[in-house]
């Protein structure tokens, strides 16, 4: 994965995307979704840490700034899976049962984790 300034998508390794969405927001995606993040120099989403992410270039650098980063990312394996091997599914609340939670997933070794909120 790395930072890709035109806005015309650009695949990376992984089957991930980086998709610039404007100047102080980031989406990515890849093989389990796509979510959009907004970047600020004040959190944990700075461009210093992502920059830092981006030339780290593994999966736990951008994992330890959110863990959406990389959801197609199993950190007890460590490994990346394409989509046809998570086990995917919605979770809801139970007093609301149209109110979407998360979503959660299970590596093809059965470790689940969130993958999106």
């Excluded at 989406?27 to 796509?34: I, Q, W, Y």
Aim: aromatic share 12%; net charge negative; with cysteine.
């Amino acid at each position: 994965m790395r930072l890709v300034l035109p806005t015309t998508p650009v695949p990376q390794r992984d089957e991930c995307y980086v998709l610039p969405r404007g100047p102080d927001y980031l989406e990515l995606e890849s093989g389990l979704g796509r979510v959009s993040f907004r970047v600020t120099g004040e959190d944990e989403l700075s461009n210093d840490k992502l920059l830092a992410a981006f030339a780290d270039g593994r999966p736990e650098a951008f994992h330890a700034l959110n863990r959406e980063f990389v959801p197609n990312w199993c950190p007890t394996c460590p490994a990346i899976y394409c989509r046809e091997h998570w086990r995917v599914w919605e979770v809801f609340d139970p007093d609301f049962p149209s109110w979407h939670e998360e979503t959660r997933g299970a590596c093809p070794n059965g470790h689940e984790r969130m993958l999106f909120d």
